[in-house]
């Protein structure tokens, strides 16, 4: 005799041939404060296509801890790729020149703050460095810091006073070299 297991009764929409069940409907929860699935994931995006990696990776780590597993699915990917972009973006900076470079690349490309940071840990490496100190004027004079530029261009001037002429022709000091205190360093009025 043959034994019957009692089963839960089947839906009659899984009974159906070839019916498939239906799958939830996307769920517009709030993965950050305020913030639904779909916000996030449509921020992530366009940060993603802006090449904005780093923000983008943000935007995507909240939206894959939504409820829509399709579009938390989806961020994953999208976190893998902002991951590696980003890592394959971050060049192998070592010695204070290698910094240097990276920074004066920076400050050209018109992101000062950055070129900041990274002169910051080329002078920790070379703190008699005359060129990193004029590299850390300009990123501060770029950024609106006159008296913190006039700090770095004293430092670069004392460490070669050939500093003073460079900085009296350089271009990038068109938008605040001629602004006090950096002006009275420049043009010698002040004895660094």
């Known amino acids: 005799m043959k034994k019957t297991q009692s089963h839960p009764p089947k839906s009659t929409e899984s009974r159906t041939a070839g019916a498939r069940p239906k799958a939830p409907l996307p769920r517009q929860d709030a993965p950050a404060a305020g913030r639904?699935?779909?916000e996030e994931f449509d921020e992530a995006m366009q940060l993603f296509h802006q090449r904005d990696f780093a923000s983008a990776l943000q935007h995507f780590e909240q939206c894959a801890a939504g409820e829509n597993?399709?579009?938390?699915?989806?961020?994953?990917?999208?976190?893998?790729?902002c991951r590696q972009r980003i890592a394959q973006s971050q060049p192998d900076l070592r010695t204070p020149e290698d910094l240097y470079y990276y920074a004066v690349?920076?400050?050209s490309q018109r992101r000062?703050?950055?070129?900041?940071?990274i002169l910051r840990r080329a002078l920790e490496q070379s703190p008699k460095s005359d060129h990193i100190q004029y590299a850390l004027?300009?990123?501060?004079?770029?950024?609106?810091?006159?008296?913190?530029?006039?700090?770095h261009l004293e430092?670069?001037?004392r460490l070669d006073p050939r500093n003073r002429a460079?900085?009296?022709?350089?271009?990038?000091?068109?938008?605040?070299?001629r602004q006090s205190p950096v002006r009275e360093i420049v043009f010698g009025e002040k004895k660094p």
């Open 69 to 81: 597993r399709d579009m938390a699915y989806t961020a994953k990917q999208h976190i893998r790729m």
């Open 166 to 177: 460079i900085a009296r022709s350089d271009p990038d000091f068109l938008e605040f070299g």
């Open 137 to 151: 004027c300009l990123s501060r004079g770029l950024q609106g810091d006159l008296e913190g530029a006039a700090r």
């Open 112 to 117: 000062p703050a950055d070129a900041e940071r």
């Open 36 to 38: 639904t699935q779909t």
């Open 105 to 107: 690349n920076l400050i």
């Open 155 to 157: 430092s670069a001037i």
